[in-house]
């Protein structure tokens, strides 16, 4: 069996799949091609509407932001094939964790265990500048690899819950 979902092996009849066209790869799980999708949801972040310790420091500036504690928890991780997912930060209004100003936090484990996350040092000095601004809303995002394989239709719903502890010094 070759490994090369696009080229059939030498030998085997059969057409080429154009993957510029379709996205179809070698799912290493089952060693059979699949299709496979890299997908991103962005939530916004109102610390000012949905935190209300922060809505009653009436406009003082934050000198200090820290992100004392992270967490991720995955609410139904097997009804998608979801084989990968990260866990990214940026502005608001950025179109997709590429973009610039989005850092990468860490990836998500796919458990419904409440599971630590550890962000590097840069990391850490983004989500600073993008939280010491509280009263601008930024967002999270969340980017999966999706991975279908041949016979299966894509159905259901997973839900990436997202905790946070901030410590502010004015």
Not at 44 to 66: F, H, I, K, M, Q
Not at 68 to 84: G, Q, Y
Not at 143 to 152: K, M
């Amino acid at each position: 069996m070759g490994d090369d979902c696009c080229a059939p092996p030498a030998g085997v009849s059969g057409s080429q799949v154009d993957c510029e066209e379709r996205p179809v790869a070698c799912d290493p799980a089952t060693n059979l091609c699949a299709l496979t999708f890299d997908i991103a949801s962005r939530a916004v972040v109102d610390l000012v509407a949905r935190v209300p310790e922060v809505a009653a420091t009436a406009g003082r500036v934050w000198s200090r932001v820290e992100l004392s504690a992270l967490s991720t928890r995955v609410k139904e991780p097997m009804a998608l094939s979801i084989r990968t997912a990260d866990l990214f930060v940026g502005p608001k209004d950025a179109a997709s964790p590429s973009s610039p100003g989005v850092v990468h936090l860490g990836p998500v484990a796919l458990t419904e265990q409440s599971t630590p996350l550890f962000p590097g040092p840069e990391a850490l000095a983004s989500f600073h500048l993008l939280a010491r601004e509280y009263r601008m809303p930024f967002a999270f995002w969340v980017a999966a690899h999706l991975v279908v394989p041949r016979g299966d239709a894509p159905a259901g719903t997973v839900t990436i819950q997202v905790d946070g502890r901030l410590q502010v010094w004015f």
